[in-house]
């Protein structure tokens, strides 16, 4: 537990470096802080606090900057939380109201990153499972395998398996016939459930590929069955702290094409009630370590069905991002409960 100094120096130096960007110094936090007390005592302070890991020094500068656990800190009970205006409130209402559910979704996401100038995403309320009306595999190379996966709704999904032995297009296409003959018209947690009380009888060498098979088609489905829309990303690629490291944004970015990590931790929102901020490391997604991601559950007619979020760098303005990502769910939850009894 942190004293009421150390809490109030601590709120300081989060408050100037969101501000700036740079480490904060002892004279600094002697101004901005409103206490009385000698830079001396202040350093002391700073030293107790990086003891405690709530701040750390960058080798480059006297001064100290937030951790994950500082800002932990300061959004659970430091923070005060900036209400919209309602002008600002009024054209939000506004961007989301008579479109069609698909395009307002795409409007709140929109709306995400172009008022907090980071990526906005929201998660689409999740579609019924597709069933299966064909499997296809083709041979790419001697271990790669194209699998092609034809849905009852007429949706293609292709993805490419590594195989550790590799397959004759014989053994490939007798492979399809089975799937084709003895599960179309399934899901694939269905056809799980079966193949879990067949795949004894089938021969050891097609068991892997099966398997293979399953994983795909089954992470393929659950993609197309959970929409996913995000906007924005460039934006980050203007946020100093994650820009000056490239191997870092790049790995953000195949995150934001693979989606289906990302999709799991805002759907973690949707089993808990209201904004929900993971900061860093938090997330358990490593390209997120530099990252905080801010979301909100939002409802059709009381019911959660999605989730709205915004990501971007651990250093930002939670006081805005915070009520902007509440108000965006809320406004949502209205406009699709109104669609949904018109």
Excluded: W
Excluded at 153 to 164: A, F, H, K, P
Excluded at 297 to 315: A, L, M
């Amino acid at each position: 537990m942190l004293d009421e100094r150390s809490r109030t120096l601590l709120k300081a130096l989060v408050e100037h470096y969101i501000a700036d960007g740079q480490p904060v110094g002892s004279r600094a936090l002697s101004r901005f802080s409103g206490l009385d007390l000698s830079p001396a005592t202040i350093r002391n302070v700073m030293a107790d606090l990086e003891d405690a890991g709530f701040v750390a020094s960058p080798h480059t500068s006297a001064g100290r900057i937030p951790t994950a656990r500082g800002y932990r800190l300061f959004v659970d009970s430091l923070l005060t939380v900036r209400p919209l205006e309602a002008r600002q409130m009024g054209e939000m209402e506004e961007a989301l109201q008579g479109q069609p559910s698909k395009q307002i979704i795409s409007s709140a996401s929109q709306l995400l990153s172009g008022l907090t100038q980071f990526a906005g995403v929201v998660i689409a309320p999740r579609r019924a499972s597709s069933r299966i009306r064909q499997i296809e595999f083709l041979s790419l190379s001697e271990k790669r395998i194209l699998l092609i996966i034809v849905t009852t709704d007429g949706d293609v999904q292709n993805r490419i398996l590594t195989s550790e032995k590799s397959y004759s297009p014989a053994e490939l296409v007798s492979a399809a016939n089975y799937l084709n003959q003895n599960f179309a018209g399934l899901d694939f947690e269905q056809i799980r459930q079966r193949l879990s009380v067949e795949i004894q009888q089938l021969r050891e060498d097609i068991k892997p590929l099966m398997a293979m098979t399953l994983e795909a088609g089954d992470a393929a489905m659950s993609e197309n069955a959970t929409p996913y829309v995000i906007s924005g990303e460039r934006n980050l690629l203007g946020v100093e702290d994650l820009s000056s490291n490239m191997k870092r944004l790049r790995e953000l970015f195949d995150l934001f094409e693979q989606r289906s990590s990302l999709i799991r931790l805002l759907e973690v929102s949707n089993r808990a009630e209201g904004v929900q901020i993971y900061i860093g490391g938090e997330s358990g997604i490593a390209p997120l370590d530099e990252c905080s991601v801010v979301t909100a559950p939002y409802t059709v007619d009381g019911q959660i069905v999605g989730s709205v979020g915004v990501i971007g760098p651990t250093r930002m303005a939670y006081e805005r991002v915070i009520p902007i990502v509440d108000i965006t769910a809320r406004l949502l939850s209205s406009a699709l409960t109104y669609q949904s009894n018109n």
